[in-house]
């Protein structure tokens, strides 16, 4: 269940403690809600646990006086979770402007280190049960779905769109994909830009006819590769 915004002001004071994990899951049909009413829930606890203590048992038994980790390994990898910390911190802060005011936004972003610390030990984590002692791009990968689910819905709808279009997206592309208005979407677009997140790659000729296009910030762009 998605957060409310008033939520999210309270994550982005209280720094790098909260974290969440998107499942892309279909939405059941009727048939599929009746069968879980049915099932015995009992059964299916006892399933789950018997899978899980079997599992952390494997892991124990592999690695039974703990793990010897070589992090000058996970070097590339490391500076690719540092820059994914930087994303999210920056995806979280505070931005507060008053609306028609000519005065700068309020910002307040959390520092990058703990946040890097903490994805760099779900990489990991990742990495340990499925039986490798040094990351991949398979563990990034998990390391990106992460800070987009723990970042604001809407900002993190912006930036996971511009991801996937190539790393640049329109003011329009932007907006039919957060489904706001305009000016909406442009307080959306300005707080991200005011945060170092975004630039606007190209000014529109035309502003009736020719939406801007907006990319990710020069330190940000490694992101892309």
Not at 8 to 27: E, P, S, T
């Amino acid at each position: 269940t998605p957060s409310k915004p008033a939520i999210w002001k309270i994550i982005g004071n209280l720094g790098a403690r909260i974290f969440f994990y998107h499942l892309n899951q279909d939405y059941m049909n009727p048939n599929e809600l009746v069968q879980i009413i049915l099932q015995s829930t009992t059964e299916s606890k006892k399933a789950c646990k018997q899978v899980t203590k079997e599992f952390i048992q494997t892991l124990w038994n592999k690695h039974p006086n703990g793990v010897e980790w070589n992090r000058e390994e996970d070097k590339e990898q490391i500076k690719s979770i540092a820059l994914l910390a930087t994303l999210l911190s920056r995806l979280r802060g505070i931005h507060k402007k008053e609306e028609y005011s000519d005065e700068a936004a309020f910002i307040q972003v959390e520092h990058a280190p703990r946040l890097t610390i903490l994805l760099y030990n779900f990489a990991r984590g990742n990495a340990l049960i499925n039986g490798r002692m040094q990351l991949s791009h398979d563990d990034t990968k998990i390391v990106l779905d992460i800070a987009i689910s723990s970042a604001p819905p809407e900002r993190a709808k912006i930036i996971k769109h511009i991801l996937i279009k190539g790393g640049e997206a329109t003011s329009k592309e932007i907006q039919d994909c957060i489904q706001k208005s305009s000016s909406t979407t442009y307080r959306y677009i300005e707080a991200l830009i005011d945060l170092k997140i975004l630039k606007k790659k190209l000014c529109a000729l035309h502003k009736n006819t020719d939406p801007d296009i907006y990319t990710l910030v020069d330190a940000l762009q490694d992101i892309l590769k």
